[in-house]
């Protein structure tokens, strides 16, 4: 049973480009998250999905990101014009759909570290 | 709002030594914890999990760690470190059940000495 997959593993990107990461969560499972790691910083989250549902994007910065998880295919953390300060390494992270009792734990991917010259 | 504080960033400690990795929340309501570990140049793996139950959780190569809900800590124990422990060690909490949102303290990296 595959874990979860993300690509590139390393992304180097100049000012102005665009970058797109890529998220294959586990079999089975139908929620998304995406987390950013600043360097020096613990993860924090920006948005979570389900197929072809945005539910939670209250961490993502208000321009340049958008998130998707289509019916087919990966999810898709996508950075339009990247700057600087958009270094960093970036998580996907899945979980089966929830259970009544309690919350569901997250598989995390090996992530994408993003450079941004 | 939740919030996770490791209080050392960098944890030395002799081979065969026990450690202690601390780490205190503050939630106002019910919380689940976890430790995860990143190796160099890799993603998260999930150490153990406080979701119900007893309060002393383990995992299978020898960390344990405690919730103790009046001092809102879930600190992390081993008693004898290998050189394969030095990674970074992060705590993290969900709020209430039904929530989903991981909040990470800002780690620990551990240093084993041989």
């Known amino acids: 049973n595959a874990g979860v997959m993300q690509n590139p593993r390393h992304l180097v990107r100049r000012r102005g480009q665009e970058a797109r990461l890529r998220c294959s969560p586990m079999?089975?499972?139908?929620?998304v998250y995406w987390y950013r790691q600043l360097p020096e910083e613990g993860l924090k989250f920006m948005v979570y999905l389900q197929k072809e549902n945005i539910i939670d994007e209250s961490g993502m910065p208000k321009e340049r990101f958008s998130a998707e998880f289509p019916k087919e295919g990966p999810s898709i953390l996508r950075i339009q014009q990247v700057v600087r300060g958009d270094s960093a390494a970036y998580f996907c992270?899945?979980?089966?759909?929830?259970?009544?009792?309690?919350?569901?734990?997250?598989?995390f991917g090996p992530g994408t570290r993003l450079t941004v010259l | 709002a939740q919030s996770v504080t490791q209080l050392d960033s960098q944890v030395p400690v002799f081979e065969e030594a026990p450690v202690e990795l601390r780490c205190n929340y503050s939630?106002?309501?019910?919380?689940?914890l976890f430790w995860y570990v990143q190796y160099p140049n890799q993603g998260l793996q999930l150490l153990l999990k406080y979701l119900s139950g007893s309060t002393l959780v383990e995992s299978i190569n020898g960390f344990e760690a405690e919730f103790n809900k009046s001092q809102t800590s879930f600190h992390l124990r081993k008693p004898s470190v290998h050189i394969s422990d030095t990674a970074e060690y992060f705590c993290a909490v969900i709020s209430g059940a039904g929530s989903y949102q991981l909040t990470f303290g800002k780690g620990t990296k551990l240093s084993v000495i041989p």
């Open positions: 992270a899945s979980s089966p759909p929830w259970r009544p009792q309690g919350s569901s734990e997250q598989f």
């Open positions: 079999k089975g499972h139908s929620h």
């Open positions: 939630s106002s309501v019910s919380v689940y």
